[in-house]
């Protein structure tokens, strides 16, 4: 099965920009829809974003959609999130995280939320001030 981990995070002020980077080992990212969670104290794990690297099909939640982008590099099979415009409402421990997944679209596979990804990296921390 795949192994995940994360890096990238840091602080920023309101307004920056950071890039998470999720790298793969053990299979192919290409295999699994790949998604990015965040969790803060006190809140749940939310799904912000999903992306499928076997077509390039990409899915984002409201409070993000414009300001963050995930994209992969099949070569280095690495996964990234692109966040710009950064709010300190943004500030979380972020995860990537992978469901076998075979659908061209990846519209539907941050629905079933957390509980459907098998496997998760151990997070980066993002701090916005």
């Known amino acids: 099965h795949v192994q995940l981990v994360e890096s990238g995070g840091g602080s920023v002020q309101a307004g920056g920009s950071l890039r998470l980077t999720c790298a793969a080992s053990?299979?192919?990212?290409?295999?699994?829809?790949m998604g990015w969670f965040r969790q803060s104290p006190g809140k749940g794990r939310e799904g912000v974003a999903a992306l499928y690297a076997g077509s390039g099909s990409t899915s984002y939640a409201d409070s993000v959609r414009g300001r963050f982008t995930s994209s992969d590099d099949s070569a280095k099979n690495t996964v990234y999130l692109h966040m710009d415009n950064l709010k300190p409402e943004d500030t979380a421990m972020y995860y990537c995280?992978?469901?076998?997944?075979?659908?061209?679209?990846?519209?539907?596979?941050?629905?079933?939320?957390?509980?459907?990804?098998?496997?998760w990296g151990q997070g980066t921390q993002v701090t916005v001030s």
């Open positions: 995280a992978a469901r076998p997944w075979h659908n061209s679209v990846v519209s539907g596979c941050l629905d079933a939320g957390s509980v459907a990804f098998d496997y």
């Open positions: 053990g299979d192919v990212v290409s295999n699994y829809c």
